[in-house]
C-alpha cells in the first residue's frame, strides 16, 4: 500500500492558546491521506469554536462532556480510525509539513516488515513558539534520513539513559496492527513510554534523523506538571521492566538507568524552569 491511510488524533483540554497552530500542522501536511479527530476533554475556552471553524473534511470533533483525565482520554484516542498507522498529537505542540509523509515512508519502505513504531527528532520552543536551540532525539543518526533499531535494544538504551529516548506521542507514528489492544498505563510520567516498550517487543524502531516535531515547553504543559513524579515513576518503571524477561535487561542498565534518571530529572526541571523565565522576560520588553 503506497499511500495508506494515517489517522492523526489530538487529544485537548482547554487548548485555545495553541490548538490552531497544532491543527493547521495538520490539514496542511505535504502527505494528504489523513483522517483527523480531535477529542476534547469537556474544554471550558473556545475550543470547540475553534474545531468548528474548519472546514477540512478531514476533521472530525468528539466532545467529551465530562472531563476524564488524562490517561483515560488517551486511550480512548488510540480507539479511534482507521488508518493503518496512528499518531496522537498533543494540542501544544506542532508538525513540521514533511513529518507525517517521512514518517509512513520508513514503514513502506520496509513492507513487509517488523517496524512497530517510528520516532524523530524534536525541536523545542517556548510558550511563543520561539526556538529554544535544543534538539533531542537518538544520538548518533542526526542528519541522517533514517535508521531502523532493534526493538528489545532500544528498551535497553531508554533503560541505561534513564529517560524517554523514543519521545512523547507527538514524535511517534504507531503502526496499528502492533498495536492491537495495547493501551496506555495509568501511570502519568511514564504512560508513554510503558506503551512504547510494549510495542517494541513485538516490532523494530524506525528513527528518522530530523527535528519534524515542535515540542513546547511552557508551564500548562502535561510534561512540565508532572515533573516532580517523573523519578519515582522511571524508577518504578526499570525495576518492573528489569524483572520481565522480554525486555532482557541487566542489572547494570538499571544501576546506570537509576542515577541516569535522577539526572535527567534534574535537569528537565531546571531547563523547564529556565525557559519558562526566559518567556516571561521576552514577553516583559515587548
Not at 499511500?3 to 487548548?15: D, L, S, W
Not at 498529537?89 to 513529518?99: N, P, Q, T
Not at 520496509?110 to 532525539?137: A, H, M, Y
Request: net charge positive.
Amino acid at each position: 500500500m503506497l499511500n495508506p491511510v494515517v489517522t492523526v488524533v489530538i487529544p485537548v483540554y482547554n487548548g485555545e492558546r495553541h490548538l490552531r497552530i497544532a491543527l493547521d500542522s495538520v490539514v496542511n501536511q505535504t502527505y494528504k491521506n489523513l483522517e483527523i479527530f480531535v477529542v476534547d476533554n469537556a474544554s471550558e475556552d473556545t475550543t470547540v469554536e475553534i474545531c468548528e471553524s474548519y472546514t477540512d473534511p478531514r476533521l472530525s470533533l468528539i466532545r467529551i462532556t465530562e472531563n476524564i483525565g488524562i490517561v483515560p482520554v488517551f486511550n480512548r484516542c488510540l480507539l479511534l480510525g482507521t488508518g493503518k498507522y496512528l499518531k496522537l498529537l498533543c494540542h501544544d505542540d506542532s508538525l513540521d509539513l514533511e513529518c507525517i509523509r517521512r514518517q509512513v515512508d520508513v514503514f513502506e519502505l520496509f513492507t513487509p516488515s517488523r517496524i512497530s513504531l517510528v520516532t524523530c527528532q524534536k525541536r523545542l520552543v517556548d510558550v511563543e513558539g520561539r526556538s529554544l536551540n535544543v534538539r533531542i532525539g537518538f544520538r548518533g543518526i542526526s542528519g541522517r534520513e533514517f535508521r531502523v533499531i532493534s526493538g528489545r535494544k532500544v528498551i535497553r538504551r531508554t533503560c541505561f539513559m534513564g529517560r524517554n529516548v523514543i519521545g512523547e506521542s507527538s514524535s511517534v507514528l504507531i503502526d496499528r496492527k502492533s498495536l492491537g489492544d495495547k493501551k496506555f498505563s495509568d501511570h502519568v510520567a511514564t504512560m508513554e513510554l510503558e506503551l512504547w516498550v510494549e510495542l517494541l517487543k513485538v516490532g523494530d524502531c524506525g528513527v528518522v534523523g530530523l527535528p519534524l516535531v515542535n515540542y513546547r515547553i511552557w508551564g500548562s504543559s502535561i510534561s512540565t506538571r508532572i515533573a516532580s513524579s517523573q523519578y519515582l515513576e522511571f524508577r518504578r518503571f526499570i525495576r518492573a521492566t528489569r524483572d520481565d524477561p522480554d525486555a532482557n535487561i541487566l542489572l547494570f542498565h538499571k544501576i546506570f538507568g537509576l542515577v541516569s534518571a535522577w539526572v535527567v530529572v534534574k535537569a528537565r526541571v531546571l531547563f523547564t524552569k529556565y525557559a519558562i523565565r526566559r518567556t516571561s522576560k521576552d514577553s516583559s520588553r515587548n
